[in-house]
């Protein structure tokens, strides 16, 4: 006789339609520059050099901050908050939504941040990387300025150095196109 918990298909099902609707989101929310194809394949640190005009692909999850403290800030508790769940907790989604709800308390808390626009074109006047593959964390940190605006205010993103990027350069025929 064989004995089957009824709850793991469960959770196996909402878990698949929970990460199958992430992925959906991403898809979507990375059209809202206006183009249509995404580079998965470049990482957060490849993404962009100085002087390079760039768009933010996911608007809708990316918090952008006029402090580099501020954007460091978010990415820790996001990112410390989604380790903690994911070793306690052994779930993605509950991971995912943790780190979702710890970059919520402190964008809350750090008036200098804010969500990212869905639409605009950024100038990269700065980038560091923090750490290496062995360091704990291994940061990409982006300095951008509106291109239409002379204002020359630094809003800086931070995300994993080793995972998606959260912008996209675009091609030098579309720079020049404007």
Avoid at 36 to 47: K, Y
Avoid at 87 to 103: D, I, L, P, Q, T
Avoid at 119 to 128: C, E, H, P, S
């Amino acid at each position: 006789m064989k004995r089957t918990d009824p709850t793991i298909g469960r959770d196996l099902k909402r878990g698949g339609l929970v990460i199958g609707g992430l992925l959906l989101l991403a898809i979507g929310c990375s059209g809202c520059d206006g183009s249509s194809s995404v580079d998965t394949t470049t990482t957060a640190a490849d993404a962009a050099q100085v002087g390079d005009i760039v768009t933010i692909r996911y608007p809708a999850s990316t918090i952008m901050c006029g402090e580099r403290n501020d954007a460091s800030a978010v990415y820790v508790a996001g990112e410390l908050a989604m380790r903690q769940t994911l070793r306690v907790e052994n779930s993605a989604m509950k991971a995912v939504e943790a780190g979702k709800a710890a970059r919520k308390a402190v964008l809350a808390k750090s008036y200098s941040c804010e969500w990212a626009p869905d639409k605009g074109r950024y100038i990269v006047k700065d980038k560091q990387i923090t750490g290496d593959d062995n360091a704990l964390f291994h940061v990409a940190e982006y300095c951008l300025t509106q291109q239409a605006t002379s204002s020359g205010k630094c809003w800086w993103i931070s995300a994993s150095a080793k995972m998606n990027a959260q912008i996209d350069r675009l091609p030098a025929a579309k720079e020049a196109g404007r």
